[in-house]
């Protein structure tokens, strides 16, 4: 099935015709608000990483001011009191200054690239835990459309039973009690088909909640059964790798940032060296038409050093943190090892079992439709009683509706075990 299908716009939203489960997931890695936050975090990170890095550069300022003394300040000067200073004053600054060294904007520098792996990490888990949301909601949307499906089937061949026997009644050769056991069975089967059709409602709108979906619009989902059996099938002698999994390689990140964080701390003895420079035009004039014609300038340069000597303890304090938080991460990823161990034989366990009871509800559906049309004809040819049909069609009815669950509940469990072993990738 082409991706062609995925063209259709509305007057805002794209939607899907007819998607399959890849189209969905694809849909939701675009659409889902999420999955959008994710990758605008990313550009929000570059961003500010950008903006700590400018500090780097030289920064050059500008001021400008002008001033009216309505009263210039007098000085007594040998005993006589002398004016000093103008009615009129007014200076253009320029500044220059560049960072030699200084620790924030080393720790910017030296980390851009990690942070930047750590925003893609972050939108990689969230991606993962999108796709795994949006397929365990497709087959449970998938498993509703199959009790419908089933039931519609069902509702069709009492439907046939019920007319056998009506007419058998009429003909006085069963009692009417056959005829009111398939009345019987008929609502219970209208019931149970309206309770799924409207659980198949709820369960559309939560998959588009996930896809980001418009609300307003149909989302008519296909599958090919076929090729989802042909896709349960998972290797269970895999071991899972505590390195393949998104959340081992977040902490990882982290741990890296944390260490880089303890050398931040560490550099706090180190004095931070700045370069200073400065051009001042300086106006002075008694009159104000007169300001700007005389330049009295000013200009220098210096090297600041500044070296914090005593801060009570502060700077040991942040060190002492920095190295238990990054002991404090080392723990983290030992007890991810621990939880990937127990989710591993979790997932195993459930894909091993739902295995078995898809491959034995598999032959229990081809049985007891076998034994559904022998029957039918017995009843039919009068050697049957109807008990026995009714029997037959329920376990027809129960059959094909486990079936089909254990194949969803299986593909969800290989969702789960893929997981597990950081196989799941998007």
């Not at 127990?342 to 009871?357: C, G």
């Amino acid at each position: 099935m082409g991706y062609n299908r995925l063209l259709a716009q509305t007057a805002n939203d794209s939607v899907l015709i007819t998607p399959d489960l890849q189209q969905c997931i694809q849909y939701a890695l675009k659409h889902q608000p999420t999955s959008q936050q994710a990758t605008i975090d990313e550009k929000i990170i570059e961003y500010e990483i950008r903006s700590k890095l400018a500090d780097w550069y030289p920064q050059v300022n500008l001021n400008y001011n002008l001033q009216h003394n309505f009263q210039v300040q007098t000085s007594i000067i040998g005993g006589n009191p002398i004016k000093l200073g103008v009615d009129n004053i007014s200076a253009l600054q320029f500044g220059l200054s560049q960072q030699i060294f200084n620790r924030d904007v080393l720790l910017a520098a030296r980390t851009q690239d990690v942070v930047r792996l750590q925003a893609r990490q972050n939108t990689a888990a969230t991606r993962i835990d999108v796709a795994a949301n949006v397929s365990k909601a497709f087959y449970d949307v998938l498993a509703t459309r199959q009790q419908i499906e089933v039931s519609q089937e069902n509702i069709v061949r009492i439907s046939r039973s019920l007319q056998d026997a009506t007419n058998q009644y009429k003909a006085g050769v069963a009692d009417k009690t056959d005829y009111k056991r398939a009345i019987i069975s008929l609502n219970n089967s209208k019931a149970f088909l309206k309770s799924s059709q409207e659980s198949l409602k709820a369960k559309e709108e939560y998959l588009k909640y996930l896809m980001g979906y418009p609300v307003t619009q149909q989302l008519d989902i296909v599958f090919d059964s076929l090729q989802m059996e042909r896709e349960i099938q998972m290797d269970t002698l895999l071991i899972p790798d505590l390195k393949n999994r998104i959340e081992y390689k977040q902490l990882e990140t982290r741990q890296r940032l944390l260490e880089a964080s303890l050398k931040y701390e560490r550099w706090g003895f180190l004095p931070s060296v700045a370069l200073n420079g400065n051009y001042n035009m300086n106006f002075l004039n008694e009159s104000l038409g007169k300001l700007y014609h005389t330049n009295y300038p000013n200009s220098f340069a210096n090297l600041t050093l500044a070296f914090p000597i005593f801060q009570g303890g502060k700077r040991i304090a942040q060190i002492r943190s920095a190295e238990w938080e990054l002991k404090r991460g080392e723990l983290d990823i030992i007890d991810l090892g621990n939880s990937v161990n127990s989710q591993y034989a979790q997932a195993i366990a459930a894909y091993k079992s739902n295995y078995a009871n898809y491959v034995s509800l598999r032959e229990n559906l081809l049985l007891s439709q076998e034994v559904y049309d022998v029957i039918q004809l017995q009843y039919r040819s009068g050697v049957k009683t109807y008990l026995e049909v009714i029997v037959a069609q329920t376990d027809l009815r129960t059959s094909q509706l486990t079936y089909y669950n254990a194949l969803y509940d299986l593909l969800a469990a290989k969702i789960d075990l893929q997981r597990s072993l950081g196989l799941l990738i998007y």
